[in-house]
Antibody, heavy 123, light 110 residues
Framework: QLQLQESGPGLVKPSETLSLTCTVS??????????WGWIRQPPGKGLEWIGS???????YYNPSLKSRVTISVDTSKNQFSLRLTSVIAADTAVYYC???????????????WGQGILVTVSS | QSALTQPASVSGSPGQSITISCTGT?????????VSWYQQHPGKAPKLLIY???KWPSGISNRFSGSKSGNTASLTISGLQSEDEADYYC??????????FGGGTKLTVL
């Protein structure tokens, strides 16, 4: 059974960089043909797609976050990671990593999800 | 990209059917038959209910069904049960390998 687990600091200071890692178990990131994604949810609000990465390193980002986001993959560790720079209070959210139902496509149909990690931006 | 528009809340009694709408534009819902629906209980990760407008992933009850007309997609839940009380989100492909979520709808089972 595929499992995803987010890890990283729960508290980040304004203007600093948020860094999270998603560890995948039960399947290999490479060479399965999926676009692994990051999604976030501010407290009490809706879902927002951050970006997705293919095992080969191809990335696609939400245009509204693109200037601050980098998603990378480490197939040797079966992990993929998120970096969000210059964070502000509005970046406070539960951050989820997820894998889609459909391979080889960025369709937003995420079937497997991590439990989520709350990241608070505060000094 | 703008968030898809969903009603803030809907309600229904056990056994009834309800429909949640998701309105987008000709740049997303209206052009692509790539709409997903999610259910989210408090404190839990979202659960995929429907993908590609009408398809069920494994393990999902056929009480949940999806449809689309023009720029609006819909999720219908039939035979409403107490455990269906949750937040529901739609998501549409928006071209150029991006997609956008709806604002979410809170379903109350009376």
């Amino acid at each position: 059974q595929l499992q995803l687990q987010e890890s990283g600091p729960g508290l980040v200071k304004p203007s600093e960089t948020l860094s999270l890692t998603c560890t995948v178990s039960g399947d290999s990131i490479s060479p399965t043909k999926f676009y692994w994604g990051w999604i976030r949810q501010p407290p009490g609000k809706g879902l927002e797609w951050i970006g997705s990465i293919y095992y080969s390193g191809i990335t696609y980002y939400n245009p509204s976050l693109k200037s601050r986001v980098t998603i990378s993959v480490d197939t040797s560790k079966n992990q993929f990671s998120l970096r969000l720079t210059s964070v502000i209070a509005a970046d406070t959210a539960v951050y989820y990593c997820a894998r889609p139902h459909s391979p080889s496509r960025v369709y937003g149909d995420f079937f497997y999800w991590g439990q989520g990690i709350l990241v608070t931006v505060s000094s | 990209q703008s968030a898809l528009t969903q009603p803030a809340s809907v309600s229904g009694s056990p056994g009834q059917s309800i429909t949640i709408s998701c309105t987008g534009t000709s740049s997303d819902v209206g052009t692509f038959n790539i709409v997903s629906w999610y259910q989210q209980h408090p404190g839990k990760a979202p659960k995929l209910l429907i993908y590609e407008v009408t398809k069920w992933p494994s393990g999902i009850s056929n009480r949940f069904s999806g449809s689309k007309s023009g720029n609006t997609a819909s999720l219908t839940i039939s035979g409403l049960q107490s455990e269906d009380e949750a937040d529901y989100y739609c998501c549409s492909y928006a071209g150029s390998n991006t997609f956008v979520f709806g604002g979410g709808t809170k379903l109350t089972v009376l």
